[in-house]
């Protein structure tokens, strides 16, 4: 078994034991990603988001795919909750990123906020 798939069962294993841990929720998203599997990577994602709304780097990365798949609403206004969530959490970093990756979405398609 090569390190990434270890890496992927020792995850869901995690998240087995722990149905409510967002952290390895989004390890394995991101995972999973790289493996080019974007629907279980979707699915982990918006369950995270339903779980822990707080948890700011879920926005950016479901946002994102959204975008590549075509849902350009639902990237807009995930991009735009995540900047605000971002301001109430002083986190300038992570508003900046969504505040160009919602940009990068009104020059790539028709979406208007």
């Not at 780097?57 to 350009?72: A, D, E, F, I, P």
């Not at 991009?79 to 919602?102: D, H, M, V, Y």
């Amino acid at each position: 078994m090569s390190s990434e798939q270890q890496k992927i069962k020792q995850l869901a294993l995690n998240i087995k034991k722990n149905p409510e841990d967002s952290f390895s929720k989004f390890a394995l998203a991101l995972e999973l990603l790289k493996r080019d599997q974007v629907s279980k990577a979707i699915l982990l994602f918006e369950s995270i988001l339903k779980q822990d709304p707080d948890y700011l780097g879920v926005y950016y990365h479901l946002g994102k795919l959204y975008h590549q798949t075509g849902n350009v609403q639902k990237a807009g206004e995930l991009f735009s909750k995540g900047i605000t969530l971002a301001e109430e959490q002083k986190n300038s970093r992570t508003k900046s990123e969504l505040s160009e990756a919602l940009e990068t979405l009104k020059i790539e398609t028709d979406y208007d906020s």
